[in-house]
């Protein structure tokens, strides 16, 4: 059974860091993609970044340069180190994986079979 944990979410100030972690069951290493996705109030779920099974990394523009996603092949751990936050960073985070590569269309929350259940990320100036 596949499940996906997300903590480290929390307030911040802009400027601030953060790191999110997600704690994975199920055959880590055959999840082929892992990424974090993002929804703020009133938008879409959008994107952030996205690791497969080899280290391959590919960040949304915003993320670019702040970010870092990475993943922890023996302690079946997910995470995203988030630095110099900016008010429009605030949202609810997901964490998301599927067994299948990641592909042109990684930042499509349709792309993704397995969700966990957020942690909110709020940066207040």
């Known amino acids: 059974q596949v499940q996906l944990v997300e903590s480290g979410g929390g307030s911040v100030q802009a400027g601030g860091s953060l790191r999110l972690s997600c704690a994975a069951s199920g055959v880590f290493y055959r999840y082929g993609c892992m990424g974090w996705f993002r929804q703020a109030p009133g938008k879409e779920r959008e994107g952030v970044a996205v690791?497969?099974?080899?280290?391959?990394?590919i960040y949304a523009d915003a993320a670019k340069g702040r970010f870092t996603i990475s993943r922890d092949n023996v302690k079946y751990t997910l995470y995203l180190q988030m630095d110099s936050l900016k008010l429009e960073d605030t949202a609810m985070y997901y964490c998301?994986?599927?067994?299948?590569?990641?592909?042109?269309?990684?930042?499509?929350?349709?792309?993704?079979?397995?969700w966990g259940q957020g942690t909110q990320v709020t940066v207040s100036s």
């Open positions: 690791i497969d099974s080899g280290g391959r990394t």
């Open positions: 998301a994986a599927d067994f299948l590569v990641c592909g042109g269309n990684w930042y499509d929350k349709r792309s993704f079979t397995y």
